[in-house]
């Protein structure tokens, strides 16, 4: 019905730079808001960015100035632009979007991308 598919993980050293992308598709009416979340290895799965489609941004903190969240609203599409990584950004990187569609409303999320922050 509704699929968020992420791309551009990889391995990367400390102080370089990834850009992921979330694209979304199905019977979409409307996104309210699209988030990426994330998941480190024994730990629990925290909120990095989201946007409204309005514009409006959060960050969590500990990304707040080296984490830049956008969204395309034409193409369903939403990016995170991580610059100065560092090990602890080491996770597995999900997309998540509470969409309205042609006969509900529901909360997706994405298969989710691996980055890896190592020298």
């Known amino acids: 019905q509704v699929q968020l598919v992420e791309s551009g993980g990889g391995l990367v050293q400390p102080g370089g730079s990834l850009r992921l992308s979330c694209a979304a598709s199905g019977n979409i009416l409307r996104i309210y808001v699209m988030g990426w979340y994330r998941q480190a290895p024994g730990k629990q799965r925290e909120l990095v960015a989201s946007?409204?489609?309005?514009?409006?941004?959060n960050y969590a903190g500990s990304v707040k100035g080296r984490f830049t969240i956008s969204r395309d609203n034409r193409k369903n599409t939403a990016y995170l632009q991580m610059n100065s990584l560092k090990p602890e950004d080491t996770a597995v990187y999900y997309c998540?979007?509470?969409?309205?569609?042609?006969?509900?409303?529901?909360?997706?999320w994405g298969q989710g991308t691996l980055v890896t922050v190592s020298s």
């Open positions: 998540n979007a509470p969409v309205v569609t042609t006969t509900g409303a529901l909360d997706a």
């Open positions: 946007i409204t489609e309005g514009g409006t941004i």
